[in-house]
Antibody, heavy 121, light 107 residues
Framework: EVQLVQSGAEVKKPGESLKISCKGSGYSFTSYWIGWVRQMPGKGLEWMGIIYPGDSDTRYSPSFQGQVTISADKSISTAYLQWSSLKASDTAMYYC??????????????WGQGTMVTVSS | DIQMTQSPSSLSASVGDRVTITCQAS??????LNWYQQKPGKAPKLLIY???NLETGVPSRFSGSGSGTDFTFTISSLQPEDIATYYC?????????FGPGTKVDIK
């Protein structure tokens, strides 16, 4: 079964760092891009960026460039989303997703279960 | 960035009704348009890809059409389990962008 399994919910203070993960299984992890999507409480979906684990080619949305870092470790089939200094406005659900076809854009047919990040003093 | 708009932002319909949602792109995106369903507390689910292709396992009451800048998503006969928010998404250009969503509930 093709699936993406994300790390658990996090509660952090402003200024702290954080790295959340997304582990792929059931398919060739290095052959498909992995994207990250933010959903703030009660709001819509925002595409943050995407990485190709095969060579770590990474593209960011201008809205998130410089705010987060997307990375991947192909040896353990895991993609990451990290912050160096969290803000209260980073409070959101974060999803990783894999496209239907091995292309940079495309339709995301496989989604992780989501990681809730809460940033509060 | 390509801006996506959806209308209506919400709708209420009866079981068995035909429901139509429209999505408009700020520029020509050919058929690089997908539709997702999201239920509360769940990850989005792909329903339609490339404007009109039904994802495997998705009921045939869901359909999509359009190309260029104007797209339509239809539920031919609304069912109670279709209560959700529906999003369009373009992938013609990076950054990928989503519409603001349409919340569908039962009258």
């Amino acid at each position: 079964e093709v699936q993406l399994v994300q790390s658990g919910a996090e509660v952090k203070k402003p200024g702290e760092s954080l790295k959340i993960s997304c582990k792929g299984s059931g398919y060739s992890f290095t052959s498909y891009w992995i994207g990250w999507v933010r959903q703030m409480p009660g709001k819509g979906l925002e595409w943050m960026g995407i990485i190709y684990p095969g060579d770590s080619d990474t593209r960011y949305s201008p809205s998130f460039q410089g705010q987060v870092t997307i990375s991947a470790d192909k040896s353990i089939s895991t993609a990451y989303l990290q912050w160096s200094s969290l803000k209260a406005s980073d409070t959101a659900m974060y999803y990783c997703a894999r496209p239907l076809h091995p292309s940079a854009g495309g339709a995301f047919d496989i989604w992780g279960q989501g990681t809730m990040v809460t940033v509060s003093s | 960035d390509i801006q996506m708009t959806q209308s209506p932002s919400s709708l209420s319909a009866s079981v068995g009704d035909r429901v139509t949602i429209t999505c408009q792109a700020s520029q020509d995106i050919s058929n690089y348009l997908n539709w997702y369903q999201q239920k509360p507390g769940k990850a989005p689910k792909l329903l339609i890809y490339d404007a009109s292709n039904l994802e495997t396992g998705v009921p045939s009451r869901f359909s999509g059409s359009g190309s260029g800048t104007d797209f339509t998503f239809t539920i031919s006969s609304l069912q109670p389990e279709d209560i959700a928010t529906y999003y369009c998404q373009q992938y013609d250009n990076l950054p990928i962008t989503f519409g603001p969503g349409t919340k569908v509930d039962i009258k």
